[in-house]
Nanobody
C-alpha cells in the first residue's frame, strides 16, 4: 500500500519546538519533491516548506522562513520538518505530500500522494 504517514505533532507553548516526520511506505521518497502543507481553521491550505528531489533545494513560505527547516533522510525514506520558535499562528493540521515539483503558498496543489495530516497546536 502506497502511503505517507506524518508523526510528531502535538500541543506546545509559544516559543517551543516540534519536529514532524513524514515516512513513506510502498514507494521511495527520493524521486519526489516533498512538501509540507498546513491548514488552519477557516483558512486555505498553504504550502509552507518543500524540498526538491535530486539537488535538494529547499523552499519556504515567508511566514516560516528562518524558523522551519525541511530535510530528508533517503535511507530512512523519511522527510522531516523542524519547527522552532513556534507561534500560535502556526497552529493547524500539517500534511506532507509527494509531487514532481514544489508548491509554496496558497492555491491549488495536486500532488501524487498526501499524508493523512497531523495536528499541531501552539497555545499558552
Amino acid at each position: 500500500q502506497l502511503q505517507l504517514v506524518e508523526s510528531g505533532g502535538g500541543l506546545v507553548q509559544p516559543g517551543e519546538s516540534l519536529r514532524l516526520s513524514c515516512a513513506a511506505s510502498g514507494f521511495s521518497l527520493d524521486v519526489y519533491a516533498i512538501g509540507w502543507f498546513r491548514q488552519a481553521p477557516g483558512k486555505e491550505r498553504e504550502g509552507v516548506a518543500c524540498i526538491s528531489s535530486a539537488i535538494e533545494f529547499t523552499y519556504y513560505a515567508d511566514s516560516v522562513k528562518a524558523r522551519f527547516t525541511i530535510s530528508r533522510d533517503n535511507a530512512k525514506n523519511t522527510v522531516y520538518l523542524q519547527m522552532n520558535s513556534l507561534k500560535p499562528d502556526d497552529t493547524g493540521v500539517y500534511y506532507c505530500a509527494a509531487d514532481n515539483h514544489c508548491h509554496i503558498g496558497v492555491g491549488e496543489a495536486d500532488p501524487f500522494y498526501w499524508g493523512q495530516g497531523i495536528q499541531v497546536t501552539v497555545s499558552s
